[in-house]
């Protein structure tokens, strides 16, 4: 939604009011919710839909799916496998949407006669960009990794998506 915001934004500046309007916003907004939330009942149904064995304390910071799944006692093959399927589609499907609209946003700043537009158009689009960067590329290097991968590392990783990331959203 935000990259699609800054792609009209940018791209096409005199029909932003008729472009995103607030029938377009709720829209944005709703289809996101319904997505992460079909996306969060499917991986937290998988997750915890086994019982457990063994300890009940994870080596982590909080209770994250890779973790939590390692106290799973049947075979979770099946389930990292569903997991895995909802966060590949995920993280793909919104790296592309993302990536054309800043190779859209790139083209379109390039075009610009003025080093004023283009410094403003670049200013406009950093923060997001950056706070996307480090969150997209943090959860491909927590998520789109085989289950037996996971390391120490991983709690650093999930620091930054989770508490870093969201303070320099804009």
């Known amino acids: 939604a935000m990259a699609y915001d800054r792609y009209v934004a940018i791209c096409q500046p005199l029909l932003y ?10 829209q944005l907004v709703a289809s996101s919710y319904l ?3 079909l996306t ?8 915890f839909g086994d019982s457990f064995c063994g300890s009940n304390r994870i ?5 994250d799916m890779v973790p939590v799944l390692k106290l799973v006692c049947p075979n979770t ?13 995920n ?9 054309l609209s800043y190779i859209s946003i790139l083209r379109t700043v390039l075009s610009m006669c003025s080093a004023q537009s283009r410094a403003r158009a670049f200013q406009t689009c950093a923060s997001h960009l950056m706070a996307v960067a480090l969150f997209f590329g943090t959860a491909f ?7 037996s991968s996971h390391r120490s590392l991983d709690k650093v990783a999930s620091i930054i998506y989770a508490m870093i990331t969201p303070m320099l959203n804009p």
């Open 17 to 26: 009011v008729t472009i995103i309007s607030s029938r377009v916003c709720w």
């Open 40 to 47: 969060a009942t499917i991986c937290t149904w998988c997750t």
């Open 59 to 63: 080596d982590h910071f909080f209770c």
């Open 141 to 147: 290097f927590m998520y789109l990794q085989p289950p």
């Open 77 to 89: 093959h099946s389930s990292e496998m569903v997991i895995f399927a909802f966060l590949t589609i």
């Open 35 to 37: 997505f992460a939330f």
């Open 91 to 99: 993280l793909v499907a919104t790296s592309i949407v993302i990536l």
